[in-house]
């Protein structure tokens, strides 16, 4: 993995309750993605970054808000978790030097919400 | 709305034999294509991006094909081996930040 962490790597929560989940990036990269996962459906985008306090929404962006103070970090914030939102929450980076485009993923966040 | 399809039902290849996936897109017109592999339990990896000037992209024992009169890419493993086996995901992208992921073929290399 190029140097992205995603904590924490699990996580099972109540419907309701606020989730965080962060990303952290030492490669210096200028582009961070938030996606989700589900069968049936694949990878899909939530939200994405590029820049410091710059973000945009993705296709499934309802429910999410996201943050970015620095370059390497990146969190996801579920305000109120429904069970709708119980996936696999991927990270990813692009932008550095070996290509603009090609994205790196993180290990992934398995989210359940009961 | 921008569609992209890949094959839903695995494919099943005897090991040596070339794979090969394809990727068809609709509704739009791609500025480059990525292709990447994911195994279980793990995030997607990068292995190709072929451009829309290009014809075919090779790395090893995989080369990638961009037709975009036909909007569709095809994915081929040669050589194939049983570790050649997981999800193959294939991206078209208009040029801006993001990219659009289709759902993925599982291919299943058969010792």
């Known amino acids: 993995d190029a140097g992205i962490t995603q904590s924490p790597r699990h996580k099972v929560t109540e419907t309701g309750t606020p989730v965080t989940l962060r990303c952290h990036q030492t490669?210096?990269?200028?582009?961070m993605y938030w996606y989700r996962q589900d069968p049936g459906h694949g990878l899909r985008l939530i939200h994405y970054s590029y820049g410091v306090k710059d973000t945009d929404k993705g296709e499934v962006s309802d429910g999410y808000s996201v943050s970015r103070s620095k370059t390497e970090d990146f969190l996801l914030t579920l305000e109120s978790a429904t069970s709708s939102q119980t996936s696999v929450y991927f990270c990813a980076i692009s932008g550095g030097l070996t290509g603009a485009y090609e994205q790196y993923f993180g290990p992934g966040t398995r989210l359940t919400v009961t | 709305s921008q569609k992209i399809e890949q094959n839903s039902e695995a494919l099943n290849i005897q090991e040596g034999k070339t794979a090969t996936l394809t990727c068809n897109y609709t509704n739009y017109s791609p500025a480059y294509l990525q292709w990447y592999r994911q195994d279980p339990g793990r995030g997607p990896v990068f292995l190709l991006l072929i451009r829309e000037n290009e014809k075919e992209k090779r790395k090893e024992r995989l080369k990638v094909t961009f037709d975009t009169t036909l909007k569709q890419s095809l994915f081929h493993i040669t050589a194939s081996q049983p570790a050649d086996s997981a999800t193959y995901l294939c991206a078209p992208s208009g040029g801006d930040d993001k990219i659009i992921f289709g759902k993925g073929t599982r291919l299943h290399i058969l010792p």
């Open positions: 490669e210096n990269h200028r582009y």
